[in-house]
């Protein structure tokens, strides 16, 4: 499977970003911070999330390479295809599941409980997030997608194309979940 370009994934990365957008936008605002489920984040805790992980991920494509070199070396494997990514994203959620250990994300990118967001506020750092991200992925060539590292908390060091990767299909599972759990029922 060919990797995708870097105008193939500042498209992908965009067009979830306007989804998001577009699906926050066609929701009442008064249904923002409604607590839909006990012990779940309410829409505008899944947006604050987005966001925090965007901009984590952010300040990491804007380190100089010579930094990300040294913090966390360079790809010494074959860079994942989108699936591989995302089968090795399941899998890893798999195995913590599978031994008991509750996954949860890193505190700095989880709402707090009963916070309340204003969509406007919120909807404004999305965007701006997401513009950001594409800026950043744009600065970088084909060649240094695939070889320069970023963390990420459960699966380790991803290759930028990796994480790139890993911020789409995180948004879409966020999507999906709002979608089957947040849409008021006409």
């Known amino acids: 499977m060919s990797v995708p370009t870097k105008l193939n994934l500042i498209n992908d990365v965009q067009s979830v970003f306007e989804e998001i957008t577009d699906w926050y936008s066609s929701q009442e605002d008064v249904d923002f911070n409604k607590v839909v489920k006990k012990d779940k ?50 899998n890893t959620l798999g195995a913590i599941v599978d031994s008991g250990k509750v996954v949860t994300p890193p505190s700095n990118v989880v709402p707090e409980e009963g916070r309340a967001f204003k969509v406007d506020s919120l909807l404004k750092r999305w965007k701006k997030g997401g513009d950001d991200f594409c800026y950043h992925l744009q600065s970088w060539s084909e060649e240094d997608l695939g070889i320069y590292l970023v963390p990420h908390p459960l699966m380790g060091k991803l290759a930028l194309r990796e994480i790139t990767y890993f911020t789409i299909f995180h948004t879409n599972h966020h999507l999906d979940n709002l979608k089957e759990n947040y849409t008021p029922v006409s």
């Open 41 to 90: 984040w309410t829409a505008a805790g899944h947006l604050y999330h987005l966001v925090k992980t965007t901009s984590a991920i952010n300040k990491g494509m804007q380190m100089p390479k010579i930094v990300l070199k040294s913090l966390f070396g360079k790809c010494n494997r074959v860079e994942r295809t989108f699936m591989e990514q995302h089968t090795h994203y399941l």
